[in-house]
């Protein structure tokens, strides 16, 4: 091994001949100090982390090849899942190999984003969303730099055809059924599970796998399955470039979208949000750019009329939630600046 080149991996100490398996709190770390862009991709390729079994093709994004890299997850193993924290830089490879010995994944992003990309989806999870994907589908993956995430790998086998997700699921971590998997996790973690009996263990891997499954029922259930991040954003771009209509509205954005009213509210609530209160927000931040290059009307009843406010004041209000002060002092203010 380089000298520069440390690598961690799992390990199993003697208690295992004894059917006491050892679970280290660090599962898994690497640090490749930087040198040229070919021999990094290719001490990256190389790493074997023995815990990523269904990811292939690391490879470090060409702006990134010169840089160092460091990733490293600690966590446990229970049973046949495993659960982990971890911390990368920017890395590119392939999740899943295409057969029936692939996971179910999820990934919780708490700081920076990840992205998923297969023949039929494109999936940005940033933080305070979850991501539950079955890699018998190969997809290909970005990690932001910096990206920390929580992991939840659990072999196909623990979970009939009739509980895995056909699509990818996407799941605000603000809704009750994510609240308490990630609640389940985190005192998991905080509590060594190998000091547990092998039925303590294995009652409580059933009842991670039971909580995983409630969360991707309760959401296709409602009809918006994996949908709700996808519905949210395609949502927000037709607002944008729809803001000077009068009429936009819930139900006008649902049925360009081609979905209902009330699938459209809860993808929004999901994401602890609502649909108008993005069209105001958008309305308003137009309109304090008509403030900033000198095209707004002249008082601040015609510009509130412009961006569809029913009254002034509604619009005055919403202004200052935002900006943290009124139309006319922010125009008095920018005016002084200048």
């Known amino acids: 091994m380089s000298e520069n080149l440390a690598v961690h991996r799992p390990y199993v100490d003697g208690a295992a001949d004894a059917g006491v398996s050892r679970r280290p709190n660090l599962l898994a770390s690497v640090r490749i100090p930087p040198r040229s862009g070919p021999e990094m991709q290719d001490m990256v390729k190389n790493w074997n982390s023995k815990i990523f079994t269904h990811v292939t093709d690391l ?69 305070g969303y979850m991501c539950v994907r079955d890699t018998r589908r190969k997809w290909r993956f970005w990690y932001g730099p910096g990206a920390v995430c929580q992991w939840l790998v659990i072999p196909r ?64 259930a409602h009809g918006i399955g994996g949908r709700a991040h996808v519905v949210v954003e395609a949502a927000k771009k037709i607002v944008d470039e729809n803001l000077e209509k009068a009429d936009l509205d819930p139900a006008v954005i649902a049925n360009i979208l081609d979905v209902s009213v009330r699938t459209l509210h809860r993808s929004f609530a999901a994401a602890d949000d609502s649909v108008m209160s993005y069209v105001r927000r958008r309305r308003i931040e137009e309109a304090q750019m008509d403030i900033i290059n000198g095209s707004a009307p002249a008082n601040i009843s015609d510009l509130a009329a412009k961006w569809h406010f029913s009254d002034s004041s509604h619009f005055i209000r919403q202004f200052k939630q935002i900006y943290g002060t009124t139309p006319a002092a922010y125009l008095r203010t920018l005016r002084v600046s200048r």
């Not at 890395?91 to 990934?107: A, K, L, N, W, Y």
Request: charged share 20%.
């Open 59 to 127: 490879a470090l994004p060409s702006q990134y090849a010169w840089r160092e890299f460091r990733f490293d997850a600690h966590g446990y193993r229970l049973q046949n899942i495993i659960y982990a924290k971890h911390r990368s830089d920017a890395v590119t490879g392939i999740s899943g190999r295409g057969d029936d010995g692939d996971p179910i994944v999820v990934h919780i992003v708490l700081s920076g984003w990840v992205r998923f990309e297969d023949a039929h989806h494109s999936i940005t999870v940033e933080p």
């Open 157 to 220: 086998t623990r979970m009939s055809s009739s509980r895995t997700p056909k699509d990818p699921v996407m799941v605000a971590c603000a809704t009750p059924e994510a609240r308490l998997l990630i609640s389940y996790l985190d005192m998991l973690n905080d509590h060594d599970p190998s000091s547990l009996s092998v039925s303590g263990e294995a009652a409580m891997e059933e009842a991670t796998i039971s909580l995983l499954c409630g969360l991707i029922s309760a959401n296709v």
